[in-house]
């Protein structure tokens, strides 16, 4: 089954999550996200990507914590080595790139947004968070520094280290969306900035874009810094907080 639709008009490639209720990730989902981004890459009539969502209410809220659950150490572990593909292949992706994020974008789906060269959001009843801590995990140096390329380090123990759930409109103080619209408005002003960028020499863009991304690109394929996830892979404060996103209840940890 298809997570993932795509269309081509007036060369935007638009990627669009329709995984009811929330655009959950497990590893078909991301493989077919990594898929047609590099299809769209390769194709000469797309000239830029808006990546967004057909859920109502959600851009995406991360990683499926029941197919987490389900796994064991090792299994968890792939569904990691799908994410991290993911990230490299759509960081790498050569052309400009928008999220439009109507809904929450929350832990894995932060990650998807802070991928795109923008990130437009709507007003209302949107978050954004990378909420990994709050679910037990660590964020590991790779992804922090993609988030630090947008926000610089200031924000970043409110955004990383705390895991806070963002509205919008902090969001775009923090460095973390660059413009909040009305909601049903973002995907069209999405496209209309797209439409400014295609005024300018595609190929003077994208190596601007390739060089911004460089350094960033080869810690991400040297893969130094992920190895902070293996302990927590099987640890009891990822499996409570696992088990309190799935049954929508707050976590209780035991530090002591």
Excluded: C
């Amino acid at each position: 089954m298809s997570f993932i639709r795509t269309r081509i008009e007036n060369h935007i490639g638009y990627v669009s999550m329709h995984r009811a209720p929330m655009n959950l990730m497990d590893i078909p989902f991301m493989e077919e996200f990594t898929r047609v981004h590099n299809e769209l890459a390769k194709n000469k009539n797309v000239w830029g990507v808006i990546v967004h969502s057909d859920v109502e209410g959600y851009f995406s809220n991360g990683l499926d914590p029941d197919m987490m659950l389900s796994n064991n150490v090792l299994g968890r572990a792939s569904v990691f080595e799908s994410l991290l593909a993911l990230v490299l292949d759509v960081y790498s992706f050569p052309k400009p790139h928008i999220s439009a994020i109507e809904g929450h974008a929350m832990a894995g789906g932060a990650v998807l947004a802070i991928l795109s060269d923008w990130r437009f959001m709507s007003k209302d009843k949107s978050r954004i968070s990378f909420a990994e801590v709050a679910v037990g995990l660590t964020i590991p140096k790779p992804i922090i520094n993609l988030v630090e390329s947008v926000t610089g380090p200031g924000p970043l123990r409110e955004i990383a280290m705390l895991g806070s759930a963002i509205k919008s409109e902090r969001a775009q103080v923090l460095g973390l969306v660059d413009a909040v619209f009305e909601n049903g408005r973002v995907l069209n002003e999405a496209e209309k900035y797209l439409k400014r960028v295609f005024e300018l020499p595609l190929n003077s863009v994208m190596n601007v874009k390739a060089s911004l991304r460089a350094q960033n690109i080869q810690v991400l394929k040297s893969r130094e810094g992920f190895e902070t996830l293996a302990p927590f892979l099987d640890a009891e404060s990822f499996k409570e907080g696992l088990t309190a996103v799935r049954d929508k209840r707050r976590p209780k940890y035991n530090n002591g």
